[in-house]
């Protein structure tokens, strides 16, 4: 174990929550969920662990002992004068209808505030996105040896599931060709599980006093992108959400990661196409003003305090040693 290892190891390990939490650089923490339920997702199901009900209703008690909870305008105002407790801002990606059906109900029991972030192509269950495919795919094959066969292929199941889950964005006319092979539609799974919100559920969350914000077109990778490319999904996707939900707060959330995007990115799109970016890089910092970095809380079966302890550590780590802040190139 690197030296730096076994010092966060030793700093999450012997110093309490509050300890930690006192020292921590930002007094603002970024939570990212994208599912909550207690029944199977077909189409999340291969590709990440989500939290159940009771779970994430414990995530919340433990949050809202230690952290204020703010909207979007409260962020980017600068909320920190009136309380002594750090900020909290709750946010969901990807637009489910797991967010109307069982999250908000929860927060507003709770009376906590959150943003939630949509991709456009996906809104009414027009389109899927394309690891949902993967997820579905995997999950027919698997559900049922016969329809396997039909790909006759000549490679193991476990070696062909790891081939589909390593298939891109760019890969999306493949993944389709394989599904149609299977006799799988995707449009019938659309029409018939409706995995995603619908306008009027949107903006029913909106009048509940919930935020939106844009969370690219159709969810591809960054880093797969040309400038250009990434640009216009940004532009278009919160254009789309200003236009048809009216989002006060020009909010924008990378699609997977913000791993390599550019200084040209950001001076393409900061105060032009968007007012407020997350990203997912945990326990780092951007030198710009009004972006941040989120924590993924679904981290298998760690509990919050365990996830935050682990960032905490690592944020406080990062400030001593001056690997704080991002690099990014410039083009
Ligand atoms: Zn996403």
């Given at each position: 174990?690197?030296?730096?290892?076994?010092?966060?190891?030793?700093?999450t390990?012997?110093?309490?929550f509050?300890?930690?939490?006192?020292?921590?650089?930002?007094?603002?923490?970024?939570p990212?969920?994208?599912?909550?339920?207690?029944?199977?997702?077909?189409?999340?199901?291969?590709?990440?662990?989500?939290k159940?009900?009771d779970k994430f209703s414990a995530d919340l008690d433990f949050l809202?002992?230690?952290?204020?909870?703010?909207?979007?305008?409260?962020?980017?105002?600068?909320?920190?004068?009136?309380?002594?407790?750090?900020?909290?801002?709750?946010?969901?990606?990807?637009?489910?209808?797991?967010?109307?059906?069982?999250?908000?109900?929860?927060?507003?029991?709770?009376?906590?505030?959150?943003?939630?972030?949509?991709?456009?192509?996906?809104?009414?269950?027009?389109?899927?996105?394309?690891?949902?495919?993967?997820?579905?795919?995997?999950?027919?094959?698997?559900?049922?040896?016969?329809?396997?066969?039909?790909?006759?292929?000549?490679?193991?199941?476990?070696?062909?599931?790891?081939?589909?889950?390593?298939?891109?964005?760019?890969?999306?006319?493949?993944?389709?060709?394989?599904?149609?092979?299977?006799?799988?539609?995707?449009?019938?799974?659309?029409?018939?599980?409706?995995?995603?919100?619908?306008?009027?559920?949107?903006?029913?969350?909106?009048?509940?006093?919930?935020?939106?914000?844009?969370?690219?077109?159709?969810?591809?990778?960054?880093?797969?992108?040309?400038?250009?490319?990434?640009?216009?999904?940004?532009?278009?996707?919160?254009?789309?959400?200003?236009?048809?939900?009216?989002?006060?707060?020009?909010?924008?959330?990378?699609?997977?990661?913000?791993?390599?995007?550019?200084?040209?990115?950001?001076?393409?799109?900061?105060?032009?196409?968007?007012?407020?970016?997350?990203?997912?890089?945990?326990?780092?910092?951007?030198?710009?003003?009004?972006?941040?970095?989120?924590?993924?809380f679904e981290q298998n079966d760690l509990s919050v305090k365990e996830i935050l302890k682990k960032?905490?550590?690592?944020?406080?780590?990062?400030?001593?040693?001056?690997?704080?802040?991002?690099?990014?190139?410039?083009?």
């Open positions: 174990m690197g030296l730096k290892k076994q010092i966060l190891t030793s700093l390990k012997f110093l309490p509050d300890t930690l939490s006192s020292y921590d650089p930002e007094k603002l923490i970024v990212l969920y994208h599912c909550i339920s207690d029944n199977e997702v077909r189409h999340v199901k291969h590709l990440y662990r989500f159940n009900i809202l002992r230690h952290y204020q909870p703010i909207d979007l305008s409260e962020l980017r105002r600068g909320a920190n004068c009136y309380t002594s407790k750090p900020l909290m801002l709750l946010t969901f990606d990807d637009g489910l209808s797991q967010c109307f059906d069982v999250i908000a109900p929860i927060l507003l029991k709770k009376a906590v505030p959150a943003v939630f972030f949509i991709n456009s192509a996906f809104v009414d269950n027009n389109d899927l996105f394309y690891r949902f495919k993967v997820s579905l795919i995997i999950d027919t094959i698997k559900s049922n040896e016969n329809k396997f066969t039909m790909l006759n292929t000549r490679v193991k199941i476990e070696n062909y599931i790891h081939f589909l889950k390593s298939l891109k964005y760019k890969d999306t006319p493949l993944i389709d060709d394989v599904a149609s092979k299977l006799n799988l539609s995707f449009d019938d799974y659309l029409k018939r599980n409706s995995p995603y919100m619908s306008t009027n559920q949107i903006k029913s969350l909106i009048k509940s006093g919930f935020d939106v914000g844009a969370h690219s077109v159709d969810h591809p990778h960054f880093r797969e992108l040309t400038i250009d490319e990434q640009v216009k999904q940004t532009k278009d996707s919160v254009t789309f959400m200003c236009e048809n939900f009216g989002a006060n707060n020009r909010a924008f959330a990378f699609p997977f990661t913000d791993d390599g995007v550019t200084q040209n990115f950001y001076n393409r799109v900061l105060e032009k196409e968007c007012d407020l970016v997350f990203g997912t890089s945990g326990s780092r910092k951007d030198r710009y003003n009004n972006v941040y970095q989120r924590i993924p960032y905490l550590a690592s944020r406080i780590f990062r400030k001593m040693t001056g690997s704080y802040y991002i690099s990014r190139k410039l083009y």
